[in-house]
């Protein structure tokens, strides 16, 4: 099979055999699933292909491949509509593919931790801000060395038991 090879870190790629496959292979968080699925199934993909970083979507008409990284998905022409749940939603610049457009994933819009449950927030608020934490307390410093004495034979320190290197 002769495919082209991605920017993968081995320089190798494979294809995955689903959608679901290849959102488990690179670990994109499951709160983005569903928003994913509706994106590959309105703009008809028929192949992901594993590309390191992000997977690479190939579409079966006309269009440039997308590529669905964690936090985003890239390559929309800028006529292009992206609509989830009967919303269009913001395309903005890349700046690594230019001349095409992304969309960020629900994940980062909403500012939580991957993998927590993501309650709705009202329009225009923002998260509370983090308590300060505690200053740290300084460490000890050292005991003083303690001395055990000298042995009168070999002239070397004696250990805490009262022993020296010619014992």
Do not use: W
């Amino acid at each position: 099979m002769n495919e082209v090879q991605g920017p993968t870190p081995t320089g190798t790629s494979r294809p995955y055999k689903s959608l679901a496959e290849a959102l488990r292979g690179q670990r994109i968080d499951p709160v983005n699933h569903d928003f994913i699925r509706t994106i590959v199934d309105a703009v008809g993909i028929s192949t992901f292909i594993d590309r390191g970083r992000y997977i690479e979507a190939i579409r079966r008409g006309e269009g440039a491949a997308l590529h669905i990284g964690r936090t985003y998905t890239n390559g929309f022409a800028e006529d292009e509509q992206v609509v989830v749940a009967g919303r269009v939603l913001p395309l903005r610049p890349s700046e690594g593919r230019a001349p095409y457009f992304y969309v960020a994933h629900p994940s980062e819009l909403l500012e939580a931790p991957a993998g927590a449950p993501r309650p709705a927030r009202a329009a225009g608020t923002r998260a509370p801000a983090k308590p300060k934490a505690e200053p740290r307390t300084p460490k000890g410093t050292p005991l003083a060395e303690r001395d055990y004495g000298v042995c009168e034979v070999c002239f070397m320190v004696k250990t805490p038991s009262g022993g020296c290197g010619c014992d």
